[in-house]
């Protein structure tokens, strides 16, 4: 899915410059985690009108486990996206600065 671009950094680390399939697949996955935590919070809203306390208790806490869960999965996806994004911008710069000391 990614492509290895064969530069090396300062630290004598290959950096993997992520395509177009990479970054689908995120945002995907992304608005997958989104869609459990939509449907988390009317499965707990509907839980409130289940007569039944037995029910009521594992409905609700099924889904505050979906919802924490699915938030979990939202903000890894979203910091994994944004330091692909900053080591980006951090190899750009890299780059400018090079040809400028040439």
Known sequence: MSEDTGRDVESGNRVRQHGRWWWLGQLMLTG???FF???GISLLAASYQLGDPFSFIMTFFAASL???ISIVMVIGFVFRMR???LIGRSMNNHEVDD???R
């Open 83 to 85: 330091r692909v994004m």
């Open 37 to 39: 935590v939509f449907f």
């Open 66 to 68: 979906i919802i924490l």
């Open 32 to 34: 997958m985690a989104c």
């Open 99 to 101: 040809n400028a000391s």
